[in-house]
């Protein structure tokens, strides 16, 4: 049995899509196999990140039609082999998917994996009604901005009403000087708003996007840099670890000396 995991947010652009791709790396090196299923048919975009986009032959619509198995569709990673992807096509109306379509796929993933995640689009459509179908599990994404944190509350809502009761937050993007400044909402702040418990926080950081447009997940390439860390904590944390928070708010910029922080407290 795997664990069924949809990455959602409510407000798009707020980093799922990054998010899925390298904290499913961050699992895939911990020894775990994982599949990726790019949910968001109107804008197929996780094969991208993961520098996959040259080896996708087969979509998940072609697994529907029985135009191929599964196991033909599934993208696999030179650099991973513990990760797949199953890709979305992007030339069908998102019409063309229902719930139990989802469901479908996922069940043929399921014997073969420790995890499924769910990539979703942004929205709360039918979209992102299929991403959910199948999951046990949610991870809500959201940013420190208002707009992001309402939308991922009503997300939260949606979730519970569909009985998925195991809800975990990641607070992404975060700028600590930004917050020391108070020109940013904090992450306790979104604690108080949002009851849901906190998974892990990745901060705004230039090398997560000079990684994806490479198509190179950063925790590939920088085991031992600041973003790069907070995904493999968060995929700890996610198989029941109990790692501590790195302290994003102290003013130095060297890995050595925050984590040395986190000891003094
Ligand atoms: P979504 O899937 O929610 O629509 P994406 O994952 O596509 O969002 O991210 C939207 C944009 O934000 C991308 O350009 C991505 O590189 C950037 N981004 C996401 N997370 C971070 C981060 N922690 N630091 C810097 N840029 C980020
Ligand atoms: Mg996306």
Request: with cysteine; glycine share 6%.
């Amino acid at each position: 049995m795997s664990r069924v995991i949809v990455i959602t947010s409510g407000k798009g652009g707020v980093g799922k899509t990054t998010i899925t791709a390298n904290l499913g790396s961050a699992i895939a090196s911990l020894g775990y196999k994982i599949a990726l299923v790019d949910a968001d048919f109107g804008l197929r975009n996780l094969d991208l990140l993961l520098g996959l986009e040259q080896r996708v032959v087969y979509t998940a619509i072609d697994v529907l039609s029985g135009e191929c198995s599964i196991e033909k569709a599934l993208v696999k990673d030179k650099r991973q082999p513990n990760l797949m992807l199953l890709a979305a096509a992007q030339n069908r109306t998102k019409e063309a998917i229902s719930p139990d379509d989802m469901k479908k796929l996922v069940e043929l993933l399921d014997p073969e994996f420790d995890f499924i995640f769910i990539d979703s689009p942004a929205g709360i459509e039918m979209g992102f009604r299929n991403a959910i179908s199948p999951a046990q599990e949610a991870i809500i994404v959201t940013t420190p901005e208002m707009a992001a944190v309402r939308d991922a509350d009503r997300v939260v809502g949606l979730l519970e009403s569909e009985d998925i009761k195991k809800i975990h937050l990641i607070v992404n993007r975060i700028k600590p000087k930004m917050i020391q400044l108070n020109q940013m909402i904090g992450v306790e702040d979104i604690l108080d708003l949002l009851v849901v418990p906190l998974l892990g926080i990745v901060p705004d950081d230039e090398r997560i996007i000079i990684s994806t447009n490479k198509g190179e997940p950063l925790v590939l390439e920088e085991t031992t840099s600041l973003p790069s860390l907070a995904f493999t904590n968060i995929a700890q944390r996610l198989n029941g670890k109990d790692i501590p928070f790195v302290d994003f708010m102290a003013a130095d910029d060297n890995l050595i000396t925050r984590f040395l922080s986190i000891f003094k407290k």
